[in-house]
Every structure is written in structure tokens, then in C-alpha cells.
């Protein structure tokens, strides 16, 4: 038999203890958590509906989410999230659990350990340094609340420069308690910056500060044709004598950076002119010439290398003075205040000077005299010249050089003296005056006075000399005199004859024309156009150049009554007009109309004269084209020359012949404005050339159709100003790393897209691969050569990738232009662990990470497309995931651990 008794209900007994239900295994800072303790009486049953309240005991600065406090459950259990403290040196964070006010507590400590790599700091991380200084530079790991991550053994972190010059060793490293470290020298002075990153997370990383590297020591001197290290170092050089070369004295360190310019004693060698001077720099002003030798630079500081100019060569100057001289050479007799006879000869040398008084040479010139005092016997334009006194008087000669008619140079003051006595002229008064006597007539009752004049042999008068007079014909009133020289003629009856001289001193006689001797007196000429008193008298008259008219001496007496047509003088009184045919008297004569001007006619008798009207002439029919003005000139491509090219036409005489059409044309691609121009009252005609616009010779003509000539002018068409800037070869090119590329090449053109030479082109590499910097590129600053192309050489640095390289100058439309040379990666040389290696795993199973290999060329480039083999040792096994390495060279397998351990 039994009973049952009623439900008892157990109930927890009073709270006495919390269990910690939670990890407490060390947290990364600033991580969360979720803890939980469970509230407990003495026998381990749950309470629940109670309050715990958390708290951080500790120094950090951890924190709860809410609600706080939280109640337990009905296992008893309170939860709450804690986010752990950011700083490392906090630890460990005590949290406190804590019911009914401290009847039941529970303290939780949790180790706090540092959070991932964030970034990197580098110490120094400003630094001011010398070229050539090796400097050691810490690397510290830090997470992202800036503790240091200490726990880091493994990562591999690399070290990179903003500058290719900067040598950095070792180029990556392991962290060592979240520390590492790297030397870099730079023997280049520049700035640049240090940047650390984890290899295999590259945005983790750390930048220096500006790293400055100064020159070094002053170690040698160097001779530059531009202060501040511009120009270049003096090589060979050639200077004139009136030129003058600056020299700048730049210094260097022993690593080839330059310091600044410095003060150096300045010397000469050879045969140049000496001359010390001190300075930072020196203009060289050479006087004298030929010379040669070098110029030095001597550092005031010891233990400099000096530094001396390549051979400076001096050459005479250009010209600057000419002096007359009577010798050719240097030094030779000038020509100062002179007398000479006209029997002399005297020769004259141009030889000329540069602006120090160095001989050049003799230059041919233009020779030149005033007071008509003689002439040149020997050809014009010539370095030299005979000069021949003939004209009593005074004088100077002229010598002007043909290269440049501003230098020239004048004799002295030249007397010229009659010479020795060679010919007798027989003149109708003393002392050499009046004229000389020829054809005459006289009327009885009239009287002749002749005079006996000594000449030289040049026609100078010397003067009157005594002679033994005769006469041949009828003429009287004369009888025969000895040995005087002065003779009077006094005719008694008409007759004809003429008188002539004789002497024993060897000179040349001289006789009289026909004098005749008639009786009656006319009164007065009268100039006819037709004989025997016929046609009328010339008045006034026009005529062309090419004419000709004949006229007549008509004499009369005072009665008008007419006489005959009797010898006459004839000539023209005004300007140039013609000549006459007969220069000696006659009754008639014709004149030739050869140049355009006016004049009269002139008909004299003893003294008896008569004149025409005005007699006038203008142009014959075109006949001939001259060239004027501009010809052979150089100008640029599609403009107009700064000399209109001009024409004059001229008729058979030389004559300016007015209103004529000219017609311009050109067979190029110019113009000439306007095409048609009539020749204004000189015979004058011009146009306006536009070149055309290709380069070379261009040509232009003038044609006037009356006229079988044509006048052809010339001109040279050059390049107008560069304008822009083009890629003249490939763009772009492919090569395995260290070898050289197609050159790189430009061409230069003006705005017509004709090249331009000259033009200073800049190459400069723009980026290139990480490590890349021992590319090598040939000359920096090119000069365009005559079909406008400037070019350098290109060699690939070690590191795969892109090279951009640009070639500039601001002035350019177009610049910079960019070329892209590619270095592909050199063939596979290694293979590199990557990741995946030191792991520890079961026996049989897969290890965890992934085995990571790379494989490499010669210069640590990663090799795509290769075949790799993966093999296990004992009785593992692999799972290959790629063979063929990738773009970044990468292979990997899973690895299936032996089965003995």
C-alpha cells in the first residue's frame, strides 16, 4: 500500500556565485565580445530575473552596450557586449560582474593584444643630409589605434624611393616584433621620400618626410659657357679677335653634383693673351690673333682638381679698318700728305684691319679720287690700283671695300706738278688760256695772235714756250720768226693756208686748221634746215631718241643779205642731247638725238653765233628691260619680301621710257600684286611678292611685250617660325627588360608643316616600373636637323612594365608627345617561395593555406606562362589549383600531408 503526497515545488535557494560562461582568451583591441555569466546559489541552480552590472575595473577605456545591467534568464545567465580598450598598454582589461551591490561579484580579465598592421612609421622621417651618406632608417609596424603590432613575425614588408637614385638595402625585410629596418644613400642631391608597405598588401604602408640630400665637399671645378650650371663644359672653341668668350667656374662634388659656382684664379697658356684674373667668373676679351692655347680655373681651396678649356683658337677679327698703303703686308707705308709729276705712277694697296690693328689681308674695293687729278690704269673693284697723275691740282683717293661700304679710307692730300714739257699747242692767248687754235677765218684788215703752249705729256700746261713759226699756203702778212712765242698774223690780201711751228728740244710741233682770210664781213649765222638759204630756221624742236636731223650755217651780213653756207663750229649748249656727226667746222652738219633732255643748237664763226630754239627729246620705243631692286633675297615660306622686286625699261639709248605695261607672274604657288603695272615717268614698274609656301628656290618675272627680254628675279624661300611638334616614330614598342628600343623621334614644323631646324627639343622619362630607374636614355636636349627631326636613344631598365618617356618644349603646339616603351619580364631564372610555407598540420589532411610560389627572371620580375611541378616527399599528395604562372608569376597547390606523422 502507498500514498502520494502532493507537488513540491524546489526553488533555487539565495544567489552565492557567477560563473563566467565566456572565452576569456586575449581579444584584439577595440574588438567586441559577448560575455556571459551565469548567476548561481550554492547548490549550481540558476536564478533568473536578476540584475548584473558590468563594469571596467581597469585603466583602459572599453566600453558596454546596453542595457546595463542585464537580467539574467531562466538558465540564470546575464549577457552583455564589450568592446575592448585601443590600447595595448591597458592590459589586461578587468571587467567586474557584480549582483545585488556587491553580494555576489566575479572579476573577468582579458589580455589585450594588438589589432592588424595599418600602417608604417619610418625614423627618421625628415632628414638633411650630405650625397654619398648612408643612412639607417627604423621601420615600425603600428595597428589602426596605433599600437605597435608586435605579435608580427612574419610579414615581409618593401621599401621603396621616390627617386631611382636612392639605393636602398635590403629592398624588403621581415617584421621583428612589428620592427624592421633599411639603409638608403643617395649620391645624387635632390629631395625624395621614403615609403614602407607589406608586400603583400600593398595599401598598408608608411611615407617618410622629405629626405634632403645637399651636395658634398667641394672636389673639382669644371669650365662652363653659362653660369649656374647651365651652357656647357668648354670644349674646343674659336673665338675672333673681337670677340670675347664668358666662363663660369662651377664646382662639383666627387659624386658629380653641383654645389655652386665658385671663385677660381683665372690663366692662360700658349700663345694666347695673358691674363690672370680672380672670380666666379671671366670674360675673355682677346686682342691679338692668330693665337691659341687654354684657358684654367684654379680653386682658391687645396686638394681641387682643377679644371682647362679645350684648345681656344683666336682668329682675326672681322673687318674693321682698311688703310691705304703703298706696300702690301702688315705694316706697310700709309698714305699721307704726297707730291707727284705727272710722270709718275704711283701704286696703291686696300689692305685691311680687323678692330685690334691685326692685319687680314687685301680686300678688293672701290676706288675713287677727287679734283680729277688723274685715273686708274689698272681694273676697279680690285684690292689694289695704279694710279696715274695726269691733271695738274690736288686731291684725294678713295679706297671703300665692296663687302661693307661703311669701311673705307682716304690718302692724304695728293699735289700733282706738271711734268716735263712734250708737245707744242698752238692757242689764241697766253698763260694757256683761250682755245686752241683750229679752222679760223679773218677778214683783211683783221689780225691773228698765236701763242706757243708747252704741254706734258698728259696735256697739262707748262708753259708758253719758244718755237720757230711757218706758214704753208697764201697767207700773208706773216713772215717766218725764230725762237719766239707769241706770232701776229696781219693779212693784206685774201688767201688760205695755215701756220705750224718747229723746234730743235724734240717736243711735238702742232699746226693751225685752214685759216682763210676773206674779204667783205658777215655779220651773222643763222642755222637752216636745208642749204643755200633754204628750208627755214630751226626754232623749236621735239624729237625721239633715234632721230636725226640735218642743219645748215647760212651766213649774212649786216644787211641780211646772204653770203653762203661757210664752216661753223657746231655744238650744244644745256643738257646732253646727242652728238653731231662732224667734229670739225663745215657748213653743214647732222645731228643724232640720243638722250632724253633739252637743249639748243650752237653755230659759232669766230665771233659769230647763233642758237636755236629749244630743242627737245623724249623716249624711243622700249627696247630693253632692267632689273633694279629685288633680286636674290631670302625670306619665309608664304610672305611677302621687304623689297618689292622693280623694273626699269629703257629704249635703245638707255632712256627711261614711261607707260609701259609690265606684266609680274610666277610659276610657284606666290603672287605678285598687282600683276600689271605701267612704268611711271623714270620707267620705273613694281610688285609685291608673296613667296610661295614650300621651301627652295622660288623665281618671279617681269615681261613687257613690246620686248623679247625677260627680266627673272630669284629668291631663296626658308622655314617661317617652328609651330608644332609631331611624333615621327612608333608610338609605342615591346622589349625584354635591359634592351634597347626603336629611337624615339620628333619633327618639328612651322605652320605651313615645313620642317624646322634648330628647334631645342627636351627628352625626359615621365614614370617608369618600380626599380626601374637603370634605364638608360641617350641625349636630353636635342637640335632638330634639316628636315626638322630630333632623336635619342632608349634602353629599358630591369623592371617589367611601362616607360613613358615625353619630349617637350613649351613653345610647341603639341608638346609634350609621349612615347611608351614596354619591358617585358627576361626569360624564368627561379623560383620563390610565396606564401603557405612553415605550417603545421595533421597527418593525412590538407594544410590550411594554400601553397603560393613565384616564379622570377634574373631581376626579379615575375614570369607569366610557365610550367611548374609541384612533388610531395614520402607518401603526400598535392591538389594543383594553376601550374602556368599567372600575370604575376604566382603557381599554387593544396599540399595533403603524409600519413606518418
Same mark, same amino acid.
Given at each position: 500500500?502507498?500514498?502520494?503526497?502532493?507537488?513540491?515545488?524546489?526553488?533555487?535557494?539565495?544567489?552565492?556565485?557567477?560563473?563566467?560562461?565566456?572565452?576569456?582568451?586575449?581579444?584584439?583591441?577595440?574588438?567586441?565580445?559577448?560575455?556571459?555569466?551565469?548567476?548561481?546559489?550554492?547548490?549550481?541552480?540558476?536564478?533568473?530575473?536578476?540584475?548584473?552590472?558590468?563594469?571596467?575595473?581597469?585603466?583602459?577605456?572599453?566600453?558596454?552596450?546596453?542595457?546595463?545591467?542585464?537580467?539574467?534568464?531562466?538558465?540564470?545567465?546575464?549577457?552583455?557586449?564589450?568592446?575592448?580598450?585601443?590600447?595595448?598598454?591597458?592590459?589586461?582589461?578587468?571587467?567586474?560582474?557584480?549582483?545585488?551591490?556587491?553580494?555576489?561579484?566575479?572579476?573577468?580579465?582579458?589580455?589585450?593584444?594588438?589589432?592588424?598592421?595599418?600602417?608604417?612609421?619610418?625614423?627618421?622621417?625628415?632628414?638633411?643630409?650630405?650625397?654619398?651618406?648612408?643612412?639607417?632608417?627604423?621601420?615600425?609596424?603600428?595597428?589602426?589605434?596605433?599600437?605597435?603590432?608586435?605579435?608580427?613575425?612574419?610579414?615581409?614588408?618593401?621599401?621603396?624611393?621616390?627617386?631611382?637614385?636612392?639605393?636602398?638595402?635590403?629592398?624588403?625585410?621581415?617584421?621583428?616584433?612589428?620592427?624592421?629596418?633599411?639603409?638608403?644613400?643617395?649620391?645624387?642631391?635632390?629631395?625624395?621620400?621614403?615609403?614602407?608597405?607589406?608586400?603583400?598588401?600593398?595599401?598598408?604602408?608608411?611615407?617618410?618626410?622629405?629626405?634632403?640630400?645637399?651636395?658634398?665637399?667641394?672636389?673639382?671645378?669644371?669650365?662652363?659657357?653659362?653660369?649656374?650650371?647651365?651652357?656647357?663644359?668648354?670644349?674646343?672653341?674659336?673665338?675672333?679677335?673681337?670677340?670675347?668668350?664668358?666662363?663660369?667656374?662651377?664646382?662639383?662634388?666627387?659624386?658629380?653634383?653641383?654645389?655652386?659656382?665658385?671663385?677660381?684664379?683665372?690663366?692662360?697658356?700658349?700663345?694666347?693673351?695673358?691674363?690672370?684674373?680672380?672670380?666666379?667668373?671671366?670674360?675673355?676679351?682677346?686682342?691679338?690673333?692668330?693665337?691659341?692655347?687654354?684657358?684654367?680655373?684654379?680653386?682658391?681651396?687645396?686638394?681641387?682638381?682643377?679644371?682647362?678649356?679645350?684648345?681656344?683658337?683666336?682668329?682675326?677679327?672681322?673687318?674693321?679698318?682698311?688703310?691705304?698703303?703703298?706696300?702690301?703686308?702688315?705694316?706697310?707705308?700709309?698714305?699721307?700728305?704726297?707730291?707727284?709729276?705727272?710722270?709718275?705712277?704711283?701704286?696703291?694697296?686696300?689692305?685691311?684691319?680687323?678692330?685690334?690693328?691685326?692685319?687680314?689681308?687685301?680686300?678688293?674695293?672701290?676706288?675713287?679720287?677727287?679734283?680729277?687729278?688723274?685715273?686708274?690704269?689698272?681694273?676697279?673693284?680690285?684690292?689694289?690700283?695704279?694710279?696715274?697723275?695726269?691733271?695738274?691740282?690736288?686731291?684725294?683717293?678713295?679706297?671703300?671695300?665692296?663687302?661693307?661700304?661703311?669701311?673705307?679710307?682716304?690718302?692724304?692730300?695728293?699735289?700733282?706738278?706738271?711734268?716735263?714739257?712734250?708737245?707744242?699747242?698752238?692757242?689764241?692767248?697766253?698763260?694757256?688760256?683761250?682755245?686752241?687754235?683750229?679752222?679760223?677765218?679773218?677778214?683783211?684788215?683783221?689780225?691773228?695772235?698765236?701763242?706757243?703752249?708747252?704741254?706734258?705729256?698728259?696735256?697739262?700746261?707748262?708753259?708758253?714756250?719758244?718755237?720757230?713759226?711757218?706758214?704753208?699756203?697764201?697767207?700773208?702778212?706773216?713772215?717766218?720768226?725764230?725762237?719766239?712765242?707769241?706770232?701776229?698774223?696781219?693779212?693784206?690780201?685774201?688767201?688760205?693756208?695755215?701756220?705750224?711751228?718747229?723746234?730743235?728740244?724734240?717736243?711735238?710741233?702742232?699746226?693751225?686748221?685752214?685759216?682763210?682770210?676773206?674779204?667783205?664781213?658777215?655779220?651773222?649765222?643763222?642755222?637752216?634746215?636745208?642749204?643755200?638759204?633754204?628750208?627755214?630756221?630751226?626754232?623749236?624742236?621735239?624729237?625721239?631718241?633715234?632721230?636725226?636731223?640735218?642743219?645748215?650755217?647760212?651766213?649774212?651780213?649786216?644787211?641780211?643779205?646772204?653770203?653762203?653756207?661757210?664752216?661753223?663750229?657746231?655744238?650744244?649748249?644745256?643738257?646732253?642731247?646727242?652728238?653731231?656727226?662732224?667734229?670739225?667746222?663745215?657748213?653743214?652738219?647732222?645731228?643724232?638725238?640720243?638722250?632724253?633732255?633739252?637743249?639748243?643748237?650752237?653755230?659759232?664763226?669766230?665771233?659769230?653765233?647763233?642758237?636755236?630754239?629749244?630743242?627737245?627729246?623724249?623716249?624711243?620705243?622700249?627696247?630693253?628691260?632692267?632689273?633694279?631692286?629685288?633680286?636674290?633675297?631670302?625670306?619665309?615660306?608664304?610672305?611677302?619680301?621687304?623689297?618689292?622686286?622693280?623694273?626699269?625699261?629703257?629704249?635703245?639709248?638707255?632712256?627711261?621710257?614711261?607707260?609701259?605695261?609690265?606684266?609680274?607672274?610666277?610659276?610657284?604657288?606666290?603672287? $605678285?600684286?598687282?600683276?600689271? /603695272?605701267? +612704268?611711271? #615717268? *623714270? !620707267? %620705273? @614698274?613694281?610688285?609685291?611678292?608673296? =613667296?610661295? &609656301?614650300?621651301?627652295?628656290?622660288?623665281?618671279?618675272?617681269?615681261?613687257?611685250?613690246?620686248?623679247?627680254?625677260?627680266?627673272?628675279?630669284?629668291?631663296?624661300?626658308?622655314?617661317?617660325?617652328?609651330?608644332?611638334?609631331?611624333?615621327?616614330?612608333?608610338?609605342?614598342?615591346?622589349?625584354?627588360?635591359?634592351?634597347?628600343?626603336?629611337?624615339?623621334?620628333?619633327?618639328?614644323?612651322?605652320?605651313?608643316?615645313?620642317?624646322?631646324?634648330?628647334?631645342?627639343?627636351?627628352?625626359?622619362?615621365?614614370?617608369?616600373?618600380?626599380?626601374?630607374?637603370?634605364?638608360? $636614355?641617350?641625349?636630353?636636349? /636635342?637640335? +632638330?636637323? #634639316? *628636315? !626638322? %627631326? @630630333?632623336?635619342?636613344?632608349?634602353? =629599358?631598365? &630591369?623592371?617589367?612594365?611601362?616607360?613613358?618617356?615625353?619630349?617637350?618644349?613649351?613653345?610647341?603646339?603639341?608638346?609634350?608627345?609621349?612615347?611608351?616603351?614596354?619591358?617585358?619580364?627576361?626569360?624564368?631564372?627561379?623560383?620563390?617561395?610565396?606564401?603557405?610555407?612553415?605550417?603545421?598540420?595533421?597527418?593525412?589532411?590538407?594544410?590550411?593555406?594554400?601553397?603560393?610560389?613565384?616564379?622570377?627572371?634574373?631581376?626579379?620580375?615575375?614570369?607569366?606562362?610557365?610550367?611548374?611541378?609541384?612533388?610531395?616527399?614520402?607518401?603526400?599528395?598535392?591538389?594543383?589549383?594553376?601550374?602556368?604562372?599567372?600575370?604575376?608569376?604566382?603557381?599554387?597547390?593544396?599540399?595533403?600531408?603524409?600519413?606518418?606523422?
Amino acid at each position: 500500500m502507498k500514498g502520494t503526497s502532493p507537488q513540491i515545488t524546489v526553488s533555487a535557494n539565495v544567489p552565492d556565485q557567477l560563473r563566467v560562461l565566456t572565452s576569456i582568451s586575449p581579444i584584439i583591441v577595440g574588438k567586441d565580445r559577448v560575455l556571459q555569466v551565469r548567476l548561481e546559489d550554492q547548490y549550481t541552480n540558476p536564478i533568473s530575473a536578476a540584475d548584473v552590472t558590468f563594469s571596467l575595473t581597469s585603466s583602459g577605456n572599453g566600453s558596454f552596450s546596453e542595457p546595463n545591467p542585464a537580467t539574467t534568464t531562466a538558465n540564470g545567465v546575464a549577457e552583455i557586449t564589450y568592446t575592448a580598450s585601443s590600447d595595448v598598454t591597458d592590459s589586461p582589461d578587468i571587467i567586474h560582474a557584480d549582483y545585488n551591490s556587491g553580494a555576489v561579484t566575479r572579476d573577468i580579465s582579458l589580455t589585450l593584444i594588438n589589432a592588424p598592421i595599418a600602417y608604417f612609421e619610418l625614423v627618421p622621417s625628415v632628414l638633411d643630409t650630405t650625397a654619398g651618406s648612408a643612412v639607417q632608417f627604423i621601420v615600425t609596424a603600428y595597428d589602426e589605434f596605433n599600437n605597435v603590432v608586435v605579435n608580427n613575425t612574419t610579414s615581409v614588408v618593401e621599401f621603396l624611393s621616390s627617386s631611382p637614385n636612392v639605393q636602398i638595402s635590403p629592398s624588403d625585410s621581415t617584421l621583428t616584433n612589428g620592427v624592421t629596418g633599411f639603409t638608403a644613400t643617395d649620391n645624387v642631391a635632390e629631395n625624395y621620400t621614403l615609403t614602407a608597405r607589406l608586400l603583400l598588401d600593398p595599401q598598408k604602408r608608411g611615407q617618410s618626410g622629405i629626405i634632403t640630400i645637399r651636395p658634398d665637399t667641394l672636389n673639382y671645378v669644371v669650365i662652363r659657357t653659362a653660369a649656374f650650371n647651365e651652357g656647357q663644359a668648354y670644349g674646343d672653341t674659336s673665338v675672333t679677335a673681337d670677340g670675347t668668350l664668358s666662363l663660369y667656374a662651377a664646382g662639383y662634388d666627387r659624386f658629380d653634383n653641383y654645389r655652386n659656382d665658385v671663385i677660381v684664379n683665372w690663366g692662360t697658356t700658349g700663345t694666347l693673351d695673358p691674363f690672370t684674373s680672380s672670380g666666379k667668373s671671366w670674360v675673355f676679351s682677346p686682342a691679338t690673333a692668330p693665337a691659341s692655347g687654354q684657358i684654367t680655373a684654379t680653386s682658391l681651396a687645396s686638394g681641387v682638381t682643377p679644371d682647362s678649356t679645350g684648345t681656344i683658337t683666336v682668329t682675326t677679327g672681322t673687318l674693321a679698318e682698311i688703310r691705304i698703303q703703298t706696300e702690301r703686308g702688315d705694316g706697310g707705308s700709309v698714305v699721307s700728305d704726297s707730291s707727284l709729276t705727272t710722270d709718275e705712277l704711283l701704286i696703291l694697296y686696300a689692305s685691311a684691319y680687323d678692330g685690334n690693328g691685326n692685319y687680314l689681308n687685301e680686300i678688293a674695293s672701290t676706288w675713287t679720287m677727287t679734283g680729277s687729278i688723274g685715273a686708274f690704269i689698272t681694273a676697279n673693284s680690285a684690292d689694289s690700283i695704279i694710279f696715274d697723275p695726269r691733271t695738274v691740282g690736288r686731291g684725294t683717293i678713295r679706297a671703300t671695300t665692296l663687302s661693307n661700304p661703311l669701311v673705307y679710307d682716304i690718302t692724304g692730300l695728293l699735289t700733282i706738278t706738271a711734268g716735263a714739257i712734250d708737245a707744242i699747242v698752238v692757242r689764241n692767248a697766253p698763260g694757256g688760256s683761250g682755245t686752241v687754235v683750229d679752222t679760223d677765218t679773218i677778214i683783211v684788215g683783221g689780225t691773228l695772235v698765236f701763242y706757243s703752249a708747252g704741254y706734258d705729256a698728259d696735256n697739262n700746261y707748262v708753259s708758253d714756250m719758244n718755237v720757230d713759226w711757218h706758214q704753208n699756203g697764201t697767207l700773208t702778212g706773216l713772215v717766218d720768226s725764230t725762237d719766239i712765242s707769241r706770232l701776229v698774223l696781219s693779212p693784206v690780201v685774201p688767201g688760205i693756208g695755215y701756220i705750224f711751228t718747229s723746234n730743235a728740244s724734240g717736243w711735238t710741233n702742232d699746226s693751225t686748221g685752214t685759216i682763210v682770210i676773206r674779204s667783205g664781213q658777215a655779220t651773222q649765222i643763222v642755222i637752216r634746215s636745208a642749204p643755200n638759204n633754204g628750208g627755214i630756221a630751226i626754232d623749236t624742236l621735239n624729237r625721239a631718241a633715234g632721230d636725226s636731223v640735218r642743219l645748215y650755217a647760212a651766213f649774212y651780213d649786216y644787211q641780211n643779205n646772204y653770203l653762203g653756207d661757210q664752216p661753223v663750229l657746231w655744238s650744244v649748249q644745256g643738257d646732253s642731247i646727242g652728238y653731231f656727226g662732224i667734229t670739225t667746222p663745215s657748213d653743214t652738219n647732222r645731228f643724232y638725238f640720243t638722250k632724253v633732255n633739252s637743249a639748243i643748237f650752237t653755230a659759232q664763226s669766230g665771233l659769230l653765233t647763233d642758237n636755236s630754239g629749244l630743242v627737245r627729246v623724249h623716249a624711243g620705243a622700249a627696247y630693253n628691260v632692267q632689273l633694279i631692286a629685288g633680286t636674290n633675297q631670302t625670306g619665309e615660306a608664304n610672305t611677302f619680301l621687304l623689297v618689292d622686286p622693280e623694273v626699269r625699261v629703257v629704249d635703245a639709248f638707255d632712256n627711261a621710257v614711261p607707260g609701259i605695261p609690265v606684266q609680274w607672274s610666277t610659276p610657284t604657288n606666290g603672287s $605678285l600684286t598687282p600683276p600689271i /603695272v605701267t +612704268t611711271n #615717268t *623714270l !620707267g %620705273l @614698274a613694281s610688285s609685291n611678292w608673296r =613667296l610661295k &609656301s614650300t621651301l627652295g628656290p622660288d623665281t618671279a618675272y617681269a615681261v613687257v611685250n613690246v620686248i623679247a627680254d625677260t627680266a627673272t628675279f630669284f629668291a631663296s624661300v626658308l622655314s617661317s617660325s617652328a609651330d608644332s611638334m609631331l611624333i615621327f616614330s612608333a608610338a609605342r614598342d615591346t622589349n625584354i627588360v635591359t634592351q634597347s628600343v626603336t629611337n624615339l623621334v620628333v619633327q618639328v614644323v612651322d605652320s605651313l608643316s615645313n620642317p624646322v631646324a634648330n628647334a631645342m627639343i627636351n627628352f625626359a622619362v615621365d614614370s617608369l616600373p618600380s626599380g626601374g630607374g637603370d634605364f638608360v $636614355l641617350g641625349a636630353t636636349l /636635342v637640335l +632638330t636637323d #634639316t *628636315l !626638322g %627631326l @630630333a632623336q635619342t636613344t632608349f634602353t =629599358l631598365g &630591369s623592371r617589367s612594365g611601362t616607360y613613358r618617356i615625353q619630349a617637350y618644349n613649351g613653345l610647341l603646339k603639341g608638346s609634350p608627345v609621349t612615347f611608351r616603351r614596354i619591358a617585358l619580364p627576361d626569360a624564368a631564372n627561379r623560383i620563390a617561395v610565396y606564401s603557405g610555407n612553415q605550417q603545421s598540420g595533421i597527418v593525412g589532411n590538407t594544410l590550411s593555406l594554400n601553397l603560393v610560389a613565384r616564379v622570377l627572371d634574373q631581376y626579379n620580375n615575375p614570369v607569366s606562362s610557365v610550367n611548374v611541378d609541384w612533388t610531395p616527399t614520402a607518401d603526400g599528395d598535392t591538389t594543383v589549383i594553376s601550374n602556368v604562372s599567372n600575370a604575376n608569376g604566382l603557381v599554387s597547390t593544396q599540399w595533403i600531408l603524409r600519413t606518418n606523422a
